[in-house]
């Protein structure tokens, strides 16, 4: 089956389109790549959350522990 192009004075007949299928190799290694990057994302943000979940403790025991002192030496 061929289809004839009109383009102003010429015509373009094409007998044969060859269709390209998508490159599945490299959609799977992008879906795979975005896949880890919020896998990494995520557990950033974890230990972010359980780093600042800790550190009102720590800063009290660091408070105490100044308060006797005076700070003049």
């Not at 010429?10 to 799977?28: C, K, S």
């Not at 780093?51 to 025991?61: C, D, E, G, H, I």
């Not at 408070?63 to 030496?73: E, H, V």
């Amino acid at each position: 089956m061929s289809r004839t192009f009109h383009h102003g004075e010429r015509r373009i007949r094409v007998t044969g389109v060859q269709r390209q299928q998508p490159d599945t190799r490299r959609i799977a290694r992008a879906i795979i790549a975005l896949a880890l990057a919020q896998d990494e994302a995520d557990a950033k943000a974890e230990f972010e959350r359980r780093k600042n979940a800790k550190s009102p403790r720590s800063s009290k025991v660091d408070k105490s522990d100044n308060t006797g002192s005076g700070g003049a030496s």
